[in-house]
């Protein structure tokens, strides 16, 4: 995948934002106002995205192209190389993956105001 096919499927999903938080080349993708993936246009080469920990660990171990995410809590958090030979599908899967970690920590008041947040599917 390329950041473009990235960004566009970010923004695809239900209530999704982008903005710059920290500076000029850190583009956020949130849920809410709540991170789930986030990239460096500069580098241009990695996402980062909330998981699991146990399946944090388990994509870590299947994929060379996965590992703990620099400068965040590496038991939630993973860098995904996109550039890499990952299959496009393993990617939206887990940018799925990510936002649903997000939704399902939201108050329940707010999942069932807004029952489309709810339907994606990892």
Known sequence: MN?????????SLPLATEDFPFDETTLVFRI???????????????????????????????????????????????????QSLLDDELIKRLIRHSYQQVVRK????????????TEIQE
């Open 32 to 82: 809410m106002g709540h991170i789930f993936a986030m990239t460096d246009l500069e580098t241009n080469e990695w996402l980062t995205l909330k998981c699991e920990p146990e399946y944090a660990q388990e994509l870590r171990a299947q994929y060379a192209e996965i590992e703990g995410a620099w400068h965040m809590n590496k038991k939630y958090w993973n860098q995904v190389n996109y």
């Open 106 to 117: 939201l108050p329940k008041s707010v999942r069932t105001q807004t029952p489309a947040i």
């Open 3 to 11: 950041i473009e096919q990235i960004r566009d499927y970010c923004l």
